[in-house]
């Protein structure tokens, strides 16, 4: 059946790199905008960034802008979040959703793969 799966995060030093992926199966991305979130302990789950279906159209949240790109590359059916100069308030669970407007209430959502910034 559907299934988003992330990979990609472990622990890394303040100031470093990290490349997330996001992989569909039982899913064909290219029909579907997608968007990473995150969820930090105690905090509610927030929109990192977002990618049209095509690529056409990226936004980020203020806090991910011009650190973070969002890609895509649909013959692999995959996402991508590279994230570079983290910070340690970048620690959380971050989780890729799949999603379109023609059928508004439907979504789907992988189980998240935990990055921490820390020294």
């Known amino acids: 059946q559907v299934q988003l799966v992330e990979s990609g995060g472990g622990l890394v030093q303040p100031g470093g790199s990290l490349n997330l992926s996001c992989v569909g199966s039982g899913i064909t991305l290219s029909g579907f905008a997608m968007s990473w979130y995150r969820q930090a302990p105690g905090k509610e789950r927030e929109l990192v960034a977002m990618?049209?279906?095509?690529?056409?159209?990226?936004d980020y949240a203020d806090s991910a802008q011009g650190r973070f790109t969002i890609s895509r590359d649909n013959a692999r059916n995959t996402v991508y979040l590279f994230m570079s100069s983290l910070k340690p308030e970048d620690t959380a669970v971050y989780y890729c959703k799949a999603w379109t407007p023609v059928l508004t209430t439907v979504a789907y959502w992988g189980k998240g793969t935990l990055v921490t910034v820390s020294a």
């Open positions: 990618i049209t279906r095509a690529g056409g159209t990226i």
